[in-house]
């Protein structure tokens, strides 16, 4: 099993910045992938950005580009996003995911924090 704690999130104006912070425990030797998810109210949770745990290698979905940056400290176990230039299609719920296999799409990622909310006023 591995546990996922999300922190950092909060309200922001429009072109503001927030950094997420996901702190991984448990069985963290089996993790292969980490990502972030989101959700926004009345639709589907769809995928952020991603960062392979071993070669750092790292996926973003085309709207959050050139803007959010995820990275990770092995060390601390802690995954982060950090979002710049953030805009008011950015509000929702965040969640931190961890895959202990290759695939690929939500379906692969077998545990998940609890959530932290972003609101980005306009």
């Known amino acids: 099993q591995v546990q996922l704690v999300e922190s950092g999130g909060g309200l922001v104006q429009a072109g503001g910045s927030l950094r997420l912070s996901c702190a991984a425990s448990g069985r963290t030797s089996s993790v292969y992938r980490m990502g972030w998810f989101r959700q926004a109210p009345g639709k589907e949770r769809q995928f952020v950005a991603s960062?392979?745990?071993?070669?750092?290698?790292?996926s973003y979905t085309d709207s959050v580009k050139g803007r959010f940056t995820i990275s990770r400290d092995n060390a601390k176990n802690s995954v982060y996003l950090q979002m710049n230039s953030l805009k008011p299609e950015d509000t929702a719920v965040y969640y931190c995911a961890a895959a202990d296999n290759w695939r690929v799409g939500i379906a692969a990622y077998k545990y998940w924090g609890q959530g932290t909310q972003v609101t980005v006023s306009s």
């Open positions: 960062i392979t745990w071993r070669d750092g290698l790292t």
